[in-house]
């Protein structure tokens, strides 16, 4: 990895760092759950259960941040937003995806409670992560990097709306890369679970090859994006056809 981070960010290779450990730690400690549920190797269903019983908050980030989930999930890296102190604050893994030329960013992206009033715009600050996995996949000649989001509350539902129709506050800095973001309209089968993408273009391109194993809500099989239609009504949301 030749690309540099900024001073605040650190890159982790290893997703067991002791550093992210202590994250994990943390994240759990705040939804009300127990540091001991890093050693459970629960399944989804065993977690919500879990979290109902002990009235834990969020199940969807304790699932994520378990030992199972964890342990399954591939990342390139993980970046970690450092605090003066030298804590994390906020965590953002991405993948590569060699064939398709692309790069997942984004992935578990969570900011502890006790930093959200202070680091408000981590992923789109100018020195931030998604500045920062930009950079990386510029350098590995990629064609676009991607997110995803699954709507699975109403906090997530509104931030899919307020990222589609260029709402985001953005503080008391300038919150870039929002304005050029693709959203696609259509949800899309990824990783087993439906997801809305948001896709940011690196090269001049209309079309975009998706990752392996994404499919359709009809369970067909996709294999590209291809922009359409551009509507041009104040949020610039661009219309994707989803091609097989």
């Known amino acids: 990895m030749n690309t540099k981070t900024p001073h605040n960010i650190e890159r982790f290779s290893d997703k067991y760092h002791p550093k ?4 994990r730690k943390s994240l759990l400690r705040e939804l009300g759950a ?16 879990y979290c109902e019983e002990f009235n834990i908050r969020n199940p969807e980030e ?13 990342f390139a890296n993980i970046l970690g937003y450092c605090t003066p102190q030298g804590d994390l604050a906020s965590l953002s893994g991405c993948e590569y995806f060699s064939e398709q030329k692309c790069m997942r960013v ?7 409670e006790s930093y959200r009033s202070k680091y408000r715009n981590i992923q ?11 950079a990386e996949a510029k350098s590995l000649k990629l064609d676009y990097i991607f997110f995803t989001v ?10 899919i709306k307020n990222l589609a ?7 008391t800095k300038p919150l870039l890369f929002v304005n050029d973001l693709i959203f696609v309209e259509q949800a ?13 273009p690196i090269n001049d391109t209309r079309q975009f090859y998706l990752p392996a194993g994404c499919k359709s809500l009809g369970d067909d099989f996709l294999v590209k994006l291809q922009i359409t239609e551009q509507r041009i009504d104040g949020s610039a949301i661009a219309l994707i056809k989803a091609s097989l």
């Open 34 to 49: 127990s540091e001991s549920y890093l050693e459970l190797d629960m399944s989804y269903k065993q977690t919500l259960q």
């Open 188 to 200: 899309i089968i990824f990783k087993d679970v439906a997801q809305y993408f948001f896709i940011y």
């Open 62 to 74: 304790v699932w994520k941040y378990g030992l199972r989930k964890w342990r399954n999930t591939h």
């Open 20 to 23: 992210v450990f202590a994250f």
């Open 165 to 171: 129709y260029r709402k985001i506050s953005p503080g």
């Open 150 to 159: 699954y709507p699975h509350n109403k906090v997530l539902q509104s931030h």
């Open 106 to 112: 984004s992935m578990h992206l969570y900011t502890l």
């Open 124 to 134: 789109f600050d100018e020195n931030g992560f998604f500045a920062t996995h930009l």
